[in-house]
């Protein structure tokens, strides 16, 4: 991939990305195209887990995964966690926790 300086904030060429710093324009795209490509690379992945609150999965998820944000549920005694987690974390993560 390459990056396009342009003023403009159009390509030409394939497989390139518009940016202007200056303009502050294409700055979120590419960082979204870099964050894929990562993922991808690493066998990563960003999701949702939501985990019960009396067990031990939270603590689990921060061993073994990137916890991005928890989102306490109180009335239901559990949370939604964002994370980024590797393919085979979250296979052990299924089986460990039966879910």
Do not use: D
Request: with cysteine.
């Amino acid at each position: 991939m390459f990056l396009y300086f342009c003023l403009s904030y159009q390509t030409t060429e394939p497989n390139t990305v518009a940016i202007s710093a200056l303009q502050g324009k294409g700055l979120q795209n590419l960082r979204s195209i870099i964050e894929e490509a990562v993922l991808k690379i690493t066998g990563k992945q960003i999701m949702t887990i939501k985990v019960n609150l009396t067990g031990s999965q939270l603590s689990w998820l921060y061993k073994e995964a990137t916890v991005q944000e928890v989102n306490v549920l109180p009335e239901e005694g559990s949370a939604n966690v964002n994370v980024i987690i590797s393919n085979s974390a979250y296979g052990r993560y299924r089986k460990l926790f039966h879910v």
